[in-house]
């Protein structure tokens, strides 16, 4: 079964440009998840969805970034416009939500340059 | 708000001795995990830590929690050079959210 797919992996972009990135989580995951990951440091959760909803979006950007989840299957995070302090790895995880165990599955991430 | 906190933060290890690392959180929680991440990779799950007194282990690896020190360890038995990578502990808080700690980086030597 295929795991949680991330595009693209690698994205170098100049400031004030914007950029989207795409998530596909695990099949019949309902629970979506958007991190960012700074060097040398822990992910910090961005966004957290629930099928289509964004239960938890507390600690998003909201004046640059903006997310969706279409049909509460793929998601695309987006920034506009990109500033120097958004290089970053994007990571998505998805997980089936419920139960005690709750594990999240990270995709491969996207390492986002700003320059 | 929770804190997780993990050290030490680098360690290098050599090949054949055993090691213990730390994770310690701020506030109660019901759930610990342990991720794997190599370089340029994503987060790979280890272990989720559900109750107080839980152990688990696999491989070289055994992970276990103490809710009530609110401190989890995961110690290495005879370490191998497939072990390097960066060791990060996570936290369910409010609303089962994560809160990860900054990452041990393990590196084995001969």
């Known amino acids: 079964e295929a795991g949680v797919v991330q595009s693209p992996r690698y994205k170098i972009i100049e400031k004030k440009q914007p950029v989207a990135f795409w998530c596909n989580p695990i099949?019949?995951?309902?629970?979506l998840y958007w991190y960012r990951q700074n060097l040398g440091q822990g992910p910090e959760l961005l966004i957290r969805?629930?099928?289509?909803?964004?239960?938890?979006d507390s600690q998003l950007p909201k004046d640059r970034f903006s997310a969706e989840r279409l049909k509460g299957v793929d998601s695309t995070l987006k920034i506009q416009p990109a500033e120097l302090g958004d290089s970053a790895v994007y990571l998505c995880?998805?997980?089936?939500?419920?139960?005690?165990?709750?594990?999240?599955?990270f995709g491969a991430g996207t390492r986002l340059s700003v320059l | 708000e929770l804190k997780v906190e993990q050290n030490p933060l680098f360690l290098s290890m050599q090949e054949g001795k055993n090691y213990t690392i730390y994770c310690n959180y701020s506030?109660?929680?019901?759930?610990l995990y342990w991720y794997r991440q190599d370089p340029g990779k994503s987060l790979e799950s280890l272990f989720v830590?559900?109750?107080?007194?839980a152990v688990k282990q696999e491989g070289r690896l055994m992970a276990s929690l103490d809710t009530k020190a609110r401190l989890s360890t995961l110690h290495i038995t005879a370490a191998v050079h497939d072990l390097s990578a960066t060791y990060f502990c996570?936290?369910?808080?409010?609303?089962?959210?994560?809160?990860f700690g900054k990452g041990i980086t393990l590196s084995v030597r001969p």
């Open positions: 995880a998805s997980s089936q939500g419920g139960g005690s165990k709750n594990i999240q599955y």
């Open positions: 099949s019949g995951h309902n629970t």
């Open positions: 969805y629930e099928n289509e909803e964004a239960v938890d």
């Open positions: 830590l559900l109750s107080n007194g």
């Open positions: 506030t109660t929680s019901d759930r």
């Open positions: 996570a936290v369910a808080g409010a609303n089962s959210k994560l809160t």
